[in-house]
Nanobody, 126 residues
Framework: QVQLVESGGGLVRPGGSLRLSCTAS????????IGWFRQAPGKEREVVAC????????YYVDSVKGRFTASGDNAKNAMYLQMNSLKPEDTAIYYC???????????????????WGQGTQVTVSS
C-alpha cells in the first residue's frame, strides 16, 4: 500500500530544466524525511538531496547546489525536485525514498530509507 511514484523525467538539453515529482500514497509524506537519489550507468547510487521534514533541514550534494531545489506540497502529498541549469553529468535515473531516521541522511543506507519509487530517467544531452 505504501508507494512512492516519481515522474517528470525526460530528455533535456544542457542548461535546460526539469521538475521531478514524487507522489506518495499509503502514508503522509510530510511526516518523514525524503531523499532524492540518482544512479547513472556504471556508478553507485548517490544522494542528491534530503528534505528534512522531521529535522527541518535541507541537504544538497555539492554538485547540484544552486541548481536543484526541493520542495513539497502537503495537499498533494508530493515532493518536487526542480532541476535547473542541467548538465550532461546529471544524466541518471532519479529516485525518491522515504526516510526512517530523525536526521536527514546524506548517505542512503538501507536502514535509513525503507520505501523507494520506481525511478524516472533524466537525460541531459545536446
Amino acid at each position: 500500500q505504501v508507494q512512492l511514484v516519481e515522474s517528470g523525467g525526460g530528455l533535456v538539453r544542457p542548461g535546460g530544466s526539469l521538475r521531478l515529482s514524487c507522489t506518495a500514497s499509503g502514508f503522509t509524506l510530510d511526516y518523514y524525511n525524503i531523499g532524492w537519489f540518482r544512479q547513472a550507468p556504471g556508478k553507485e547510487r548517490e544522494v542528491v538531496a534530503c528534505i528534512g521534514n522531521r529535522d527541518g533541514t535541507r541537504y544538497y550534494v555539492d554538485s547540484v547546489k544552486g541548481r536543484f531545489t526541493a520542495s513539497g506540497d502537503n495537499a498533494k502529498n508530493a515532493m518536487y525536485l526542480q532541476m535547473n541549469s542541467l548538465k550532461p553529468e546529471d544524466t541518471a535515473i532519479y529516485y525518491c525514498a522515504r526516510g526512517t531516521t530523525d536526521y536527514c541522511s546524506h548517505y542512503g543506507y538501507d536502514y535509513e530509507y525503507d520505501y523507494w519509487g520506481q525511478g524516472t530517467q533524466v537525460t541531459v544531452s545536446s
